[in-house]
C-alpha cells in the first residue's frame, strides 16, 4: 500500500468504555489504523451496543458510540475520530442499507495476497464499514488429498487460512470461502491426477463418483479452515458443460439438467459439513427471455426446473457492465422468479488490464446499488477479479471500496461524500487516484470507458516491430497525452506520501508510455520512406526505452513483493522481460539494414492492419485483449 509511513497527525488518546466486550480485540487491532490510543486517561467514548442505526456524537465533554453489529462499531469509530478533527461537538447518524455488505478478492490469478496484505486489507474494511470478504480460491488453497492442487501456485495452507479467519472476526467481519465446483478449474485440472474427473480442460465431469470424492475433499479443506457456516461454490461460466469427456460417456444433455443433477449432489456434500451455500448465477440466465424454452403455455418457468434448483442454495447475480439502473432492477425481478431473493455481486474493474477502469466502475456501481435498495436487495459485495495475471495491485481498489461503503450506509451518495470519507479512511485524495484511469481513457476512447480499452497494457507490451495495433492508435497521439500526464500524476504522487510507491509506479508507465507508444509508427514511417538518419535516431530512443521498462518492472515487483505471495511474479517479469529483450532484437535488425547487410526489414515492409480482435470492432476503444494476442499474431504457447 506504497510508503510504510503514516501521515495521519498528532495521535489521539481516547478512553473507550460501555458496551465494548464484543469489539475490545478489534479495537486494539485498528488503533493505530486511526492513529488512536486507548488509554484509560484518554477522551471518554461512551459505547452503547442496541438494535437501531449506528451513530457517533461529541456532546457536553463526551463521545458517544451506539451501534448494533461488531462491524458498525468499527465505522461508528473511524466517523467519530474524524468528525472529533473538525468539530468539538457533533451527531453522525447513518442507517445500513443492507445487512451484508463486502468484498470478493481473486487469489487464483497468480496475485495470492500474503496473510499480511488481507491483515491490511481487513483493518480497511473495518474502518469504512464493509463486514465480509471473499478470498476467491480455485485452486489456490491445501488440499492435503491432492498435493498437485495448487501447486506452486501460491495456495494457502489451511493454518494461513485461519490465522485470516480469526482476524476477520475480531473486526466483525465473516470470511466466506469462495471455491469453485464445477468451472473454472484448469489450473487445477491440467495436471494428470485430474485425468479421471476432466470433462473439459476447465469443467469438471458431472456424475462421476470421482468427481464427488474430489469435491468432498475441497469442501471438506476449507470447512476446516474458516469459521463460517456459509460457503461460495461457483459454478458460473460453465458454457461447454456436458461438450467433452461428458458427450463422450453419456450423450447430448441439456446444460441446465446437468447443472441442477450435479450442484444437488455437490450440495449434499456442503450440507454433510454444515454449510449453506451460494453460487453464482449466470447458468440460470437461459430462464428469464420470455420465450424461453423452459416457460410453459402460460409464460412461467415450468415448475420442474424449479424444483431442480436446491431449494437452500443462494444464488448470486453478478453484473459490473452496465450504467442503466433498468438492467439490474429486471434481473433482480427475473431472479425473484426462482422464488429467490439474489446476493448481489459488483466490480471494482481492477481486471481490465495494468490499471483500474474507476470510470465504469462508479457507472456501474451508481446504476446498480440504486436497484439493489429499490428491490430490497439485502446483501451485497465488490469483486476484485485479476483477469491475465492481476497486472493492476488490488490496493488500487480502495476508491471503489470506499464508494461502496457509502452506499452501505447512505440512501443516497454524493462523490465529495465519498472522497472526504475516502481521505480519513484510506490516507489518500479521492480526485488523484480517479486520474489513473487516463493511462487508459485516452483520445479515442469513450467516456468512462464502457467498453473497457486496455490502451496502456496493448501501448507498454506491443512489439515495436510488429505493432498489431499501431492501426488503431494512429492520429490520436497518444503520445502526447501521456506526456502531459506524467508531471499530473508526479504532482498527485507528492500529494499522496502513504500511495507513493503506487503513483510512483503509474508515473513511471506514463513516462515510458509517452515515447513507446508512438515509436512502432515513428519506425515504420521513417523506414517507408528510406530516412536513413531518421532511423538511426530511433536508435537511442530504443536504449531510454529498455531502461526506463526496467525501471517500470522494478517498481511493479516492489509492489507486488510488499502485497502478494512471490508466485505469479515470474509471469510479469515475463512480461517486462519480453519487451526489453524484443528491443534488442529490434536494435539488431535496424543495425543490420543501415550497415548494408540486410536489403529488407520484413517486418517492416508489411502493411499495417486495425487490430482485428474479438473487442476491437465496438466503439470507443483503442485495444482490449490478452496479453498472447497483444505481443504477436503467431501461436504464444502451443
Not at 102 to 110: E, F, K, P, T
Not at 472 to 498: D, F, K, Q, S, T
Request: glycine share 8%; with cysteine.
Amino acid at each position: 500500500m506504497g510508503a510504510k509511513k503514516e501521515y495521519r497527525g498528532i495521535i489521539m488518546k481516547l478512553h473507550v468504555k460501555g458496551d465494548i466486550s464484543s469489539v475490545e480485540e478489534g479495537l486494539k487491532l485498528i488503533a493505530r489504523n486511526l492513529n488512536i490510543e486507548l488509554s484509560l486517561e484518554g477522551y471518554p467514548i461512551q459505547v452503547k451496543n442496541q438494535p437501531g442505526p449506528l451513530k457517533a456524537a461529541n456532546q457536553n465533554g463526551q463521545g458517544e458510540i451506539t451501534f448494533e453489529k461488531p462491524i458498525h462499531f468499527f465505522r461508528a469509530l473511524g466517523l467519530w475520530v474524524e468528525n472529533n478533527r473538525k468539530n468539538s461537538e457533533f451527531a453522525v447518524t447513518e442507517s445500513p442499507q443492507f445487512s451484508m455488505s463486502g468484498v470478493m478478492l481473486d487469489a487464483s490469478r497468480n496475485a495470492v495476497p500474503t496473510v499480511g496484505e488481507i491483515k491490511k486489507l481487513l483493518e480497511k474494511m473495518a474502518v469504512i464499514g464493509l463486514d465480509s470478504l471473499m478470498l476467491y480460491t480455485e485452486d489456490t488453497y491445501e488440499v492435503k488429498e491432492h498435493p498437485y492442487f495448487g501447486y506452486m501456485r501460491g495456495r494457502y495452507t489451511t493454518e494461513e487460512l485461519r490465522t485470516c479467519d480469526r482476524y476477520a472476526r475480531q473486526l466483525g467481519i465473516e470470511m466466506i470461502p469462495c471455491i469453485q465446483t464445477l468451472g473454472h478449474l484448469r489450473e487445477a485440472l491440467k495436471w494428470n491426477y485430474a485425468s479421471g474427473i476432466r470433462d473439459t480442460d476447465d469443467i469438471l465431469l458431472v456424475d462421476e463418483p470421482e468427481t464427488y470424492e474430489f469435491l468432498e475433499n475441497c469442501i471438506r479443506a476449507a470447512s476446516e479452515a474458516y469459521g463460517t457456516k456459509r460457503i461460495h461454490i461457483g459454478m458460473d461460466e460453465t458454457f461447454q458443460l456436458g461438450l467433452g469427456q461428458y458427450l463422450v460417456k453419456h450423450g447430448y444433455r441439456n446444460h441446465i439438467q446437468i447443472m441442477n443433477r450435479h450442484l444437488q449432489k455437490v450440495v449434499e456434500i456442503t450440507e454433510k459439513y454444515g454449510y449453506k451455500p451460494m453460487i453464482w448465477s449466470d447458468m440460470y440466465f437461459p430462464l428469464f427471455p420470455k420465450d424461453s424454452t423452459f416457460r410453459d403455455e402460460t409464460g412461467q418457468i415450468r415448475e420442474e426446473i424449479l424444483a431442480g434448483i436446491p431449494a437452500d442454495v443462494e444464488l448470486v447475480y453478478w453484473n459490473y457492465y452496465r450504467k442503466e439502473q433498468e438492467v439490474y432492477e429486471k434481473d433482480f425481478q427475473h431472479h425473484k422468479e426462482l422464488g429467490k431473493m439474489p446476493i448481489f455481486a459488483g466490480g471494482a474493474w481492477t481486471w481490465n488490464g495494468m490499471v483500474p477502469n474507476y470510470g465504469k466502475a462508479i457507472a456501474t456501481t451508481e446504476a446498480a446499488m440504486a436497484a439493489c435498495k429499490k428491490e430490497g436487495i439485502k446483501e451485497v459485495f465488490v469483486t476484485l477479479w485479476g483477469d491475465n495475471g492481476a497486472e493492476t495491485p488490488f490496493s488500487a481498489a480502495y476508491p471503489i471500496l470506499q464508494l461502496f461503503a457509502e452506499h452501505t450506509y447512505h440512501p443516497v451518495v454524493m462523490p465529495e461524500q465519498t472522497a472526504e470519507r475516502f481521505a480519513f479512511c484510506c490516507g489518500g485524495h479521492f480526485d488523484d487516484f480517479m486520474m489513473l484511469k487516463l493511462l487508459d481513457e485516452t483520445p479515442g476512447v469513450m467516456k468512462d470507458n464502457m467498453n473497457t480499452s486496455m490502451t496502456s497494457k496493448v501501448a507498454l507490451f506491443q512489439d515495436i516491430l510488429i505493432g498489431l495495433y499501431d492501426e488503431n492508435i494512429r492520429g490520436l497521439e497518444l503520445g502526447e497525452h501521456y506526456r502531459n500526464l506524467v508531471p499530473e500524476l508526479e504532482m498527485a504522487r507528492l500529494r499522496n506520501p502513504e500511495w507513493e510507491d503506487l503513483f510512483g509506479f503509474y508515473e513511471q508507465m506514463a513516462r515510458v508510455l509517452s515515447v513507446k507508444t508512438e515509436l512502432g509508427l515513428q519506425l515504420k514511417e521513417a523506414y517507408d520512406q528510406n530516412d536513413v538518419e531518421e532511423v538511426r535516431s530511433i536508435l537511442p530512443k530504443l536504449d531510454w526505452i529498455q531502461s526506463n521498462v526496467d525501471d517500470l518492472r522494478k517498481r511493479h515487483r516492489n509492489i507486488w513483493f510488499s502485497a502478494y505471495k512471490p508466485f505469479g511474479w515470474e509471469v510479469i517479469d515475463i512480461r517486462y522481460g519480453g519487451v526489453i529483450t524484443r528491443i534488442d532484437s529490434v536494435k539488431y535488425r535496424i543495425n543490420e539494414w543501415l550497415e548494408g547487410r540486410l536489403a529488407r526489414i520484413e517486418e517492416l515492409e508489411e502493411q499495417r492492419l486495425r487490430h482485428d480482435g474479438p473487442w476491437e470492432t465496438v466503439e470507443g476503444l483503442v485495444g482490449g485483449n490478452i496479453y498472447h494476442r497483444i505481443v504477436t499474431a503467431g501461436s504464444f504457447s502451443l
